[in-house]
C-alpha cells in the first residue's frame, strides 16, 4: 500500500503560483512514478502531468507545458507540481497519484490516489 496525502491547495489571483505536494508512505518512493490529475466541477478528470521513476523524467499535457513543472524528491518521498502564470480554468481539485508501472496519461494506469487538493483561481 502506498498513502499520498496532498496539500499546497488555495486560492489566488490569475497570473499567480501555487506549490502543490504531495507526500507518500508506505512504500519505496522511487520505485514509483508520480502524476498529477485535476477534475474541475462538472468534467471528467484530467492528466496533468507525471515524473518516471528514480530520478524522474517528466511529461506534461499540453496545455500545461510552461506553465507546470513537475519534480521529486525521494529523499523526502514527496513530488511536487509548480503551478506559474494560474489562469481561471485551471480551478479544480488536483490528484497525486502513483504507480509501479511505467507511468502515463490514463488514470487507469495509476493504483494509488491522494484525497485531492482543492486550487481557485479568481480573475
Known amino acids: 500500500q502506498v498513502q499520498l496525502v496532498e496539500s499546497g491547495g488555495g486560492l489566488v489571483q490569475a497570473g499567480g503560483s501555487l506549490r502543490l505536494s504531495c507526500a507518500a508512505s508506505?512504500?519505496?518512493?522511487?520505485?514509483?512514478?508520480m502524476g498529477w490529475f485535476r477534475q474541475a466541477p462538472g468534467k471528467e478528470r484530467e492528466f496533468v502531468a507525471v515524473i518516471s521513476r528514480g530520478e524522474g523524467s517528466a511529461y506534461y499535457a499540453d496545455s500545461m507545458k510552461g506553465r507546470f513543472t513537475i519534480s521529486r524528491d525521494n529523499a523526502k518521498n514527496t513530488v511536487y507540481l509548480q503551478m506559474n502564470s494560474l489562469r481561471p480554468e485551471d480551478t479544480a481539485v488536483y490528484y497525486c497519484a502513483a504507480t509501479a508501472r511505467g507511468g502515463g496519461s490514463r488514470m487507469y494506469e495509476y493504483t494509488y490516489w491522494g484525497q485531492g487538493t482543492q486550487v481557485t483561481v479568481s480573475s
Open positions: 508506505g512504500r519505496t518512493f522511487s520505485n514509483y512514478a
